[in-house]
T-cell receptor, first 113, second 110 residues
Framework: DGGITQSPKYLFRKEGQNVTLSCEQN?????MYWYRQDPGQGLRLIYY???????QKGDIAEGYSVSREKKESFPLTVTSAQKNPTAFYLC????????????FGQGTRLTVV | QKEVEQDPGPLSVPEGAIVSLNCTYS??????FMWYRQYSRKGPELLMY????GNKEDGRFTAQVDKSSKYISLFIRDSQPSDSATYLC??????????FGKGNQVVVIP
């Protein structure tokens, strides 16, 4: 089955630690995205990548980093610089170019303890 | 002014009623309009996808886009308890960045 796999589903992090969220897709999509979802805030774009080895900051990139070394993988690192990292993180991908919809993974719930 | 405005609700309706959801937007460059359904603690799933103005129907779901008014709607006929979810509108123009509404929580009461 084609799709987007995020892991882990739940993640706990101590304050001051970096943590990496995994996102893998087998849809052969060019573009991949990371969103953060907080109650009452909707989806906010953290980073996106339209092609391998290239990515751009979204609206709330501070305290996050990404890499895009392979077409199918777009890991997100939440660094200790992120002041309020507890949230639901969603990865998505799309074919690229105009006119294509985005498909989402099932999300990772990150909690800072 | 936010790019996309969506009243977060919640919206409660009895089973069998018509659910009406809408979003307004400010960016006239948006060409592609989507509705996603998100169940609790799950990722959003694409429900409807429309290009430019007009109506699109898929079973019990109808999506409408009025670009002149910068207004999109989603109608759910014969609502079922399984339709209880959060519905997010999304839109984009050619640069691949999606702009989302905040989501509207819908509860269908049996």
């Amino acid at each position: 089955d084609g799709g987007i796999t995020q892991s882990p589903k739940y993640l706990f992090r101590k304050e001051g630690q970096n943590v990496t969220l995994s996102c893998e897709q087998n849809l052969n999509h060019d573009a991949m995205y990371w969103y953060r979802q907080d109650p009452g805030q909707g989806l906010r774009l953290i980073y996106y990548s339209q092609i391998v080895n290239d990515f751009q900051k979204g609206d709330i990139a501070e305290g996050y980093s990404v890499s895009r070394e392979k077409k199918e993988s777009f890991p997100l690192t939440v660094t200790s610089a992120q002041k309020n990292p507890t949230a639901f993180y969603l990865c998505a991908s799309s074919q690229g170019g105009g006119g294509t919809e985005a498909f989402f993974g099932q999300g990772t719930r990150l909690t800072v303890v | 002014q936010k790019e996309v405005e969506q009243d977060p609700g919640p919206l409660s309706v009895p089973e069998g009623a018509i659910v009406s959801l809408n979003c307004t937007y400010s960016n006239s460059a948006f060409q592609y309009f989507m509705w996603y359904r998100q169940y609790s603690r799950k990722g959003p799933e694409l429900l409807m996808y429309t290009y430019s103005s007009g109506n699109k129907e898929d079973g019990r779901f109808t999506a409408q886009v009025d670009k002149s008014s910068k207004y999109i709607s989603l109608f759910i006929r014969d609502s079922q308890p399984s339709d209880s979810a959060t519905y997010l509108c999304a839109m984009r123009h050619g640069n691949n960045r999606l702009a989302f509404g905040k989501g509207n929580q819908v509860v269908v009461i049996p």
